[in-house]
């Protein structure tokens, strides 16, 4: 995400980091340079222009803080600046369970809206007492109306659609009148898009946004579009005022442009950003967060957020007990791993850690395939072992060795990572600490 703005900030921070103090020079020198970087990420030049205004004025007027390097102090002023280009003041989807709540999706042909749908009702499906269903208002394109049906199956969320009509109003009329028959009390409307902007496709969701009366309409961008993205943002926002941003593709190559513009130019929140092409692809979107990113700090609050939303609260609470107690043990380490499986890709989450650059990564890389190997080494365990490993004598070893098809050493391997992580366990004491780490899958990510 952003990589080569993250790496172009670095280095001008890199650059700072030998001087001894702020001089006018060297703000200068470093404010070109973050100029050009914003430019080079497609951010609108007149975004750009008062950012490093701001940044200017904020940096010579900085009182020399004893605790910060300069390097520092410019990363700090930047951080909060980067936050405040993308921040509304907080934005909360609020859904209410004794009402049908109405979600309309709207932007080009190709954003990702459809998709979309699909990582909403997963999104919000786990709240409690929320159940959401979907609508095929794309209605010019069998296709878009069968992907989204595939896309309800594989998630669980029933869709309605008629490939008879090409009426959006009484699709979607049927469609909350058959939601209000069965309890559904969330309702995503997918709408059709076009290459470009056209009268038609305006004309249409603003007919579907006046009968709808929607809770929520969100505009789906690209963000590897960059600035065409937030032109086409304005044309959206002008027509129908829609309430915020769901930025997709960021996993991709994408400069940046989008996510650093589309407050400034519509005074509209990015709510949600799409990281993926599957129905859990969706992350909240929090400025702060989004600027420490970009700046290469890492993103600590998503990964638990991700966790969280993943991991029950029960088993949360019984395994920061555990913890407290001391009495972790290998099945509790196995529903971790299992867990980390669960959140997806372990190089995404790993990213996220703050100090998590390219070259740690590669030390931590741990392949769907070990986690596999290690899952077969714990289940060849009796009950006994997995709850007392002490006793897990050389004879025992061979023996898990042969029934798991791993070798001793891999096993050896495993019992040491396992004593390592209860040492580390042991050492930590703070229970609040104690419980985050629960639902992240313990202390730190075993290291393998
Ligand atoms: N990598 C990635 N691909 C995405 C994301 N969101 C959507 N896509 C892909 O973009 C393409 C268009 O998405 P679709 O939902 O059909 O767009 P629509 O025309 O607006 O409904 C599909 O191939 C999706 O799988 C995302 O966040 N990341
Ligand atoms: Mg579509």
Redesign the pocket.
Known sequence: MFNDLSSRLDKIFKNLKGKGKLTEKNIKDSLREIRMALLEADVNYKIVKTFVKDIEEQCLGQEVMKSLTPGQQVVKIVNTELTKLMDTGGFEVKLHDNKINKIMLV??????????CSKLATHFRKQKNIFPAMVAC?VYRPA?IH?LEVLGKEIGVPVHSNLESKDVVKIAKDALAIANQKNHNLVIF?TA?RLHIDTDMMEEVEKLKDFLKPDYIFF?ADAMTGQDAVNVAKEFHDRLDFSGVIL?????DSRGGAALSIKAITNKPIAFV????RPS?LEVFYADRMASRILGMGDILTLIDKAESEMNEEEAEKLAKKLKKNQFDLDDFLKQLQQIKKMGPLEGLLKMIPGMNSKALDNVKMSGKELVHIEAIIYSMTLKERSEPKIINGSRRLRIAEGSGRTVQEVNKLLKQFEQMKDMIKKMNNPKMMKKMAKMGGPGLPEF
Do not use: C, F, N
Request: hydrophobic share 25%; proline share 0%.
């Open positions: 932007g080009l042909q190709g954003s990702g809206k459809t998709t979309a794309d878009a992907q997918d898009g789906v997709t593709k960021l996993d991709g799409g990281v993926g092409e692809d």
